[in-house]
């Protein structure tokens, strides 16, 4: 829903040359005021993912980092509200006081760009759509919003939703919002769904496994009824990224995560353990406090913090991931697999807009699309960061016409032209 204001100011009465708005109306006047001088805006947070996606180059910067704070919590109902600069690490810390999460495990993209901002801020977390290990369980962070507040590049409020969970007919806005990169609106309250946390965690690590028996594995955990919440790969060659007292056996690592009561995760963990004959494998089982450090590995990207390389995310579908990994080999990329198979992160160290353009014509083939996350700025220059096919384009220009007609969001954030 749009809300428009006849009598709302058109100039602004702050600094013209400081944009970092501490409440709402100064977010409208900035924008209204963009808008009519045809200026393009950066929304920016932390600035935790600003380097994923083109390199803007716009007349302002819109620093949201301000506009902070938690506006309404009830943990009895499930929902927290909060304006959109607000730190992730805010968040999560108020929601543990209640032994409560974000199920959806935002990842966190500090450690690969270096930067030291509590792992960016919700605003941006929602924007882009990137979901932890969790995700084949609960959904991605887009199913998690309940509702928003911001506004469009003409200024007008837009809002959406509320705070009760319902499926309601017609189209979600949240969920269009959501993935958009900024450049649809600028994103000033959110309320999203908050879970309990379960009382106890393990993890199933199945050492030395070849990719494709690593692959059956995850496969079969993830569709049996002992609904695990994790499953991911890492090849042999980045084993040492991984210390613990009960991780002793060298190669690879298969690593299957089981969530809920004690007594619960302990007969679930058997099962699998029975149900996927393990027992004659190189097995470990991690304890709550090691589980908890080895899935925050992932949710950070970690493994490919220490070096400068290309970072790519590409998505398929798991029954395709063995034959793409085994097409991109003469790239000799590092990678890791999560999602029980269905994503995977690619580190490279050299990349070219010919080698992307490869890469993603592979991927197509197998029905996936890939994201360039991390890159030199010549690459991201000449390359589409981002994978659509030619309907989807023409949709998403008209949906950005309709919602920022001058386009001064984020201009060309995503794809060349919206």
Known sequence: MVETNQNSQTSLDFNIEKFEPKNESEIQQIIKYCFKKNLPIE?????????????????????????SGIIDYKPEELYITVKAGTPIKTIQEEL?????????????????????????????????????????????????????KGFNGKGEKVKSGGTVVKNVTGYDLSKLITGSFGTLVTLSEITLKVLPLEAETKTIIV??????????????????????????????????????????????????????????????????????????????????????????????????????????????????????INRTKNFHPNYFIDWGGS?????????????????????????GYITLIKSRESVKSSSEIFTIDPIKFKISQNIKKSFDPKRILNPGKMYTGI
């Open 43 to 67: 929304i920016v947070g932390t600035q935790t993912k600003q380097g994923i996606g083109k390199n803007l180059q716009c007349a302002k910067t819109l620093n949201m980092s301000q506009f």
């Open 96 to 148: 543990k006081k209640n032994n409560q999460h974000l199920a959806f495990e935002p990842i966190n993209f500090s450690k690969i760009f270096k930067t030291n901002s509590n792992e960016g801020t919700i605003g941006g977390t929602l924007s882009c759509n990137f979901s932890g290990s969790r995700r084949f369980r609960v959904g991605s962070a887009r199913d998690h919003i309940l509702g928003f």
């Open 207 to 324: 050492s030395g496994l070849p990719l494709e028996h690593g692959l059956a594995i995850m496969s079969s955990a993830i569709s049996s009824s002992n609904d695990p919440s994790g499953a991911l790969y890492y090849p042999g060659n980045l084993r040492n990224n991984f210390v613990f007292n009960d991780l002793t056996h060298p190669g690879s690592i298969t690593a299957i995560r089981v969530e809920g009561t004690k007594i619960s995760v302990k007969q679930r963990i058997e099962n699998l353990i029975e149900d996927l004959s393990l027992r004659d494998k190189k097995l470990a089982i991690l304890d709550l406090t090691q589980s908890e450090i080895f899935w925050e590995v992932a949710r950070s990207i970690e493994v490919f913090s220490k070096n400068d390389g290309n970072i790519l995310r590409a998505v398929v579908p798991p029954s395709e991931t063995l034959n793409l």
């Open 343 to 367: 994503l995977i992160w690619m580190e490279l160290d050299y990349l070219s807009s010919q080698k992307i353009d490869q890469l993603r014509q592979r991927i197509l083939a197998a029905n």
